[in-house]
């Protein structure tokens, strides 16, 4: 036990105090660094998901406005450049102003129609991204 004599502290308990101190120190940096962390993966998925739903949105607006056939079971590819033709494109930049390429595959099943969007950008692609889609 750390005891105070007359002299006020010495050289030792001073030593042992700041050692507890800095090793809480430590550990809360750690913590806050992981939580920030944490925070920026989270808005970057967030911000990515966001690119997703804007282009679903356009896709959407294509098929209810636009698409002459009938759509069913089959999937069709709607790429970015059918809906720039029709003044529906969406800018697909992530955070750093880079370019990201992608496209919508929509179905409709038992009346339900499906939309799923897919985008590549340089540092996130979307799982299941299929690249000859975009030509």
């Known amino acids: 036990m750390i005891m105070l004599n007359k002299h006020g502290w010495g050289l030792k308990e001073m030593l042992v105090l700041s050692g507890i101190l800095l090793l809480f120190l430590i550990i809360a940096i750690y913590y806050i660094s992981t939580l920030y962390q944490d925070l920026d993966l989270e808005a970057t998925s967030d911000y990515y998901y966001d690119l997703e739903q804007d282009l679903e949105n356009s896709v959407s607006v294509y098929l209810r406005d636009y698409y002459d056939g009938n ?65």
């Open 71 to 135: 759509l069913g079971a089959d999937e069709i590819t709607i790429t970015r450049s059918t809906l720039r033709a029709y003044d529906l494109d969406v800018d697909l930049e992530d955070q750093n102003h880079h370019v990201c390429s992608g496209y919508a595959v929509a179905s409709k099943t038992h009346g339900v129609e499906t939309i799923e969007a897919y985008i590549s950008c340089p540092n996130y692609t979307t799982n299941g991204y299929e690249s000859w889609r975009t030509e």
